[in-house]
Structures are given as structure tokens and as C-alpha cells.
């Protein structure tokens, strides 16, 4: 009897003992096991990969510099690559000599004299380097002049024109000051101080810079008689009509200038050439080259 009680007792062990997972087996772990633990390594190095950087380049074709010409800047405004970002450029400015030789003529009556003016003019020019097909520009300058020969004399002029330039056309405008005295044979203009003021049209024709003017001026100190035979505002007025070629640093013109005075029409043929020295301009070329050279930069 008691080994028919073992017997039964062992038969019903049995599958409790079945139910036990072998070794090796993939049994659930227990509940109060620990879960498995992740890389949190991997994980920060995933948050802190840097974004692609996107580099910007300039663009392959030749945008035109504010340098190829202070006075018309390029004449493609609004279609340049970062037009909006050339927004922030700042006004430029470079200064300039330019050396005259001036040959005076006055005939009155049939009488031709003659005189030979040397002098030089000195100024600084600014402009706007925004590539707008609207900008500005302008020039300071002062004239000095000696005149020897049939016609005798001397000339201070000092002048300020500024204007907007809209495509290939410019247009300047400002006051002039003017203190000169000029003999030809016993005609005589005598020593005055002149004030009035100066417009001048302009074009820019691919390198090539022809200009029409009109100025006009009052004698403030000094007494002149009004202009004779030519159209006058004022106590006298100066037509002229030039061109300059743009050649580097140096910009060679010729200039005609017919001027009613009191002493009848006085003629000036003017040969120049102005000397203009290099500048460092952050114009929208050099602007969309130096996007690659900054971000390359460590």
C-alpha cells in the first residue's frame, strides 16, 4: 500500500516537474527582473548630428562691379543675383585729378583772339552701389585756371552736382561758386565773385560717356554786364556739350563750352584726362564671391 501511495505521488509529480523550463530554455523572465537597459549613447549622438550645411555659391556669371564704373554702377539693376541683400551696401567714394588744357576763343566783330588755359581739377565722386535701375551719384569738384595769350586770366570755380541715374541715363544737379577775371585785348571782365547753379544730362553708352549742359550764374560781388547775343538766365550762362571714354584708371574727355557774356560768346575747347586711383569696394560682385570664401573660413 505504501508503495502504491509513491507510486501515485510520483505520477502525479510528474508534470509539475514537466512545467519547469529546462536550462537554456526561453522562459519569460520574472516580473520583478530588471528590463533591458538602452544605448543611450547612441541616442545623444543621433540628437547632436549637425544639420547639412547648405553652401551657397556666386553665381557664374559675371556680375558687372561698381568699380567697372562709379558713375552708372551696372545698368542690368534688379536682375543682379542678392540684389536684396546688396540693400545694406554703404555709400562709396573715391577721390580724383584731372588735369586740363583749355584753349580760349573770342571774336568779336570779326576779331579773333586767342588765349591758352592750363589748370587742373580736383574732386571726390560718391555713389550708391545698390543694384537698383534707379540710383545715385554725384561729384564734388574744384576748378584752377591760368590763361595766358590774347585772352588773360585766372578762374577759381567750385561746384556740387548729385542726381539719380535711371537705366543708361544720368541726371546732375547742383549749385556752382565762381570767382574769375578775364581781358580779352581791351574788352574786360572784371574781378567777381559769380553764384548760380549747374544741370547736366548724361548717358552711358557701353563705356563710352557723352554729356550735355547748362549752367548759369548772378554776380554776387563785383559788377558784369548782362550776356550778349546767346540766350542768358542771369548775368551769364555757359552751354556745354563732352565725352569721356573710360580706360582703366584713367577716363581721357573733351569738352566744348560757349559762354554769353558782357563782352559777347567766349569759346573753350577743353582736353582732360582724369586720374582715378583704385578702390576697395564691397559691391555685389565682391559681395556674392565672398559668400564661398566666409563659410570656407574656419
Known sequence: ????????????????????????????????????VEDEDEDEDEEDEPPPLIRLRPPAEHVPS??????????????????????ALPMRSTGFVR?????????????????????????QRWWSPQPRRVSWSGENTLVAEGVVGGIGGWRFQGRAAAGPWIGRFGLRFGPLVEVSRLKAGDDLLPTSLLAGGEVTVS???WGVYPWFGIGTVWDVLGKRESAIELPTIGTETEWQLGVAVQA????????????G????????????????PPVKSRDVRSWAEGLESEEDAP
Open 99 to 123: 588735369p586740363r588744357l583749355a584753349g580760349f576763343i573770342h571774336s568779336p566783330e570779326g576779331a579773333l583772339r586767342a588765349g591758352v588755359g592750363l589748370g587742373a581739377t580736383v574732386g
Open 203 to 205: 548717358a552711358d553708352l
Open 66 to 87: 561698381a568699380l567697372d564704373d562709379p558713375d552708372t554702377l551696372s545698368r542690368d539693376r534688379g536682375s543682379l543675383p542678392g540684389a536684396e541683400d546688396a540693400e
Open 248 to 259: 582703366g584708371w584713367l577716363q581721357p574727355r573733351v569738352e566744348i563750352r560757349t559762354r
Open 261 to 276: 557774356t558782357g563782352i559777347g560768346p567766349l569759346t573753350t575747347g577743353v582736353v582732360g584726362v582724369q586720374i582715378r
Open 1 to 36: 500500500m505504501l508503495h502504491g501511495t509513491a507510486i501515485v505521488a510520483l505520477f502525479l509529480g510528474a508534470p509539475t516537474l514537466a512545467l519547469g523550463a529546462p536550462d537554456g530554455g526561453d522562459a519569460d523572465p520574472p516580473p520583478d527582473a530588471d528590463p533591458p
